[in-house]
């Protein structure tokens, strides 16, 4: 795998150690939402000023360790957990900092599952990433919002764990399936599986939103977490988590002449010590640019015994990722 110009780095927030910052999403005014997976925590990043890093604020504990995050209409937004498996529903409209939030349960799923990332299919369907199970699940909300069922959309070999890959720790084998994004224009569901390092996608009707066809490899032999699409370049940003490292990969027909390379972490940077997700800024010229990224500090790891870790554990962050430094920074 080669490497590519690095892209730009700059810290947004900081989280104390052993904090798994697991996913993210951006809200229209450019402020953040951080789900923090070990502490079972929803936090809020003020909107990054180009300054100095902001200081983030806890929103809620939840019952189960945090995982997904998922926008459905303007600041309501779906957080999935995971031991218990659930579906909570956000509704941050006219919400301050430091005021309390009560989510509403929308979905409770039986054991085992392994909710993991979650993306928008169409409006009022979500779709979540099994690691456990090996599954995406569809989640159909009903018109209020407040209550959903759920089915399995697809099933394939490819989302399983896989036990055998050397790479354990306490909290069991790696993930299967783990992050899940929807290419819209393309009507493309792409994801990760993170234990048997692939990714992969599949053709989705437009009109019932099912797959078509059986998925296919985009890439292997990354041990990939999260990612960002950026369909008019025909790439996508991997965050490799335990590897730290975000790799770019060519998806599609805009992406004529690029390589699957390293953007960034390599060489090593502090700030990008465990990249575990990443998303799109909401500014108007932030699409395919300016990405923000969550870490957990070398937490995960050290707890999977990765080759090259110096066992340091430091603080997570939110960092801002700009993938054409040449371009002025918003």
């Given at each position: 795998m080669t490497t590519a110009a690095p892209a730009g780095i700059g810290p947004i927030a900081s989280f104390p150690p052993h904090f798994f910052l697991e996913n993210l999403a951006v809200r229209a005014d450019g402020s953040i939402l951080v789900t923090v997976l070990n502490h079972k925590q929803l936090w809020y990043v003020p909107t990054p000023s180009g300054g100095p890093p902001v200081t983030p604020v806890l929103v809620h504990t939840v019952d189960g360790f945090a995982m997904g995050i998922v926008e459905t209409?303007?600041?309501?937004?779906?957080?999935?957990?995971?031991?218990?498996?659930?579906?909570?529903?956000?509704?941050?409209?006219?919400?301050v900092p430091v005021a309390p939030v009560t989510p509403t349960r929308v979905l409770t799923f039986d054991q085992p599952a392994g909710l993991n990332g979650?993306?928008?299919?169409?409006?009022?369907?979500?779709?979540?990433?099994?690691?456990?199970?090996?599954?995406?699940?569809?989640?159909?909300?009903?018109?209020?919002?407040?209550?959903?069922?759920?089915?399995?959309?697809?099933?394939?070999?490819?989302?399983?764990?896989?036990?055998?890959?050397?790479?354990?720790?306490?909290?069991?084998?790696?993930p299967g399936i783990?992050?899940?994004?929807?290419?819209?224009?393309?009507?493309?569901?792409?994801?990760?599986?993170?234990?048997?390092?692939?990714?992969?996608r599949v053709a989705v009707d437009p009109a019932t939103h099912?797959?078509?066809?059986?998925?296919?490899?985009?890439?292997?032999?990354i041990t990939a977490d999260d990612f960002c699409i950026?369909?008019?370049?025909?790439?996508?940003?991997?965050?490799?988590?335990?590897?730290?490292?975000?790799?770019r990969v060519p998806i599609g027909a805009g992406a004529e002449g690029a390589t699957t390379c390293v953007v960034a972490g390599d060489p090593f940077n502090e700030q990008l010590v465990g990249p575990s997700s990443a998303v799109w800024g909401r500014g108007p010229a932030d699409y395919g640019h300016i990405a923000y990224v969550t870490t957990d500090g070398g937490h995960t790891a050290i707890a999977y015994h990765r080759p090259g870790s110096d066992e340091i554990i430091r603080p997570a962050r939110v960092v801002r990722v700009q993938f054409d430094p040449e371009r002025p920074a918003r």
């Open positions: 209409e303007p600041d309501i937004f779906y957080v999935s957990t995971v031991d218990q498996a659930t579906l909570e529903r956000f509704d941050m409209r006219g919400w979650a993306c928008l299919l169409a409006p009022r369907v979500i779709l979540l990433a099994d690691s456990l199970a090996g599954v995406i699940w569809r989640v159909d909300l009903a018109d209020d919002g407040l209550t959903a069922t759920a089915s399995v959309w697809l099933h394939h070999h490819s989302m399983a764990p896989d036990p055998d890959n050397g790479l354990t720790s306490p909290l069991g084998p790696q783990n992050g899940i994004r929807h290419a819209a224009r393309t009507n493309v569901v792409y994801y990760t599986s993170t234990g048997q390092k692939v990714f992969m099912t797959p078509v066809g059986q998925p296919e490899v985009v890439a292997a032999d950026d369909e008019n370049a025909g790439v996508a940003y991997l965050t490799t988590h335990t590897d730290n490292s975000i790799v």
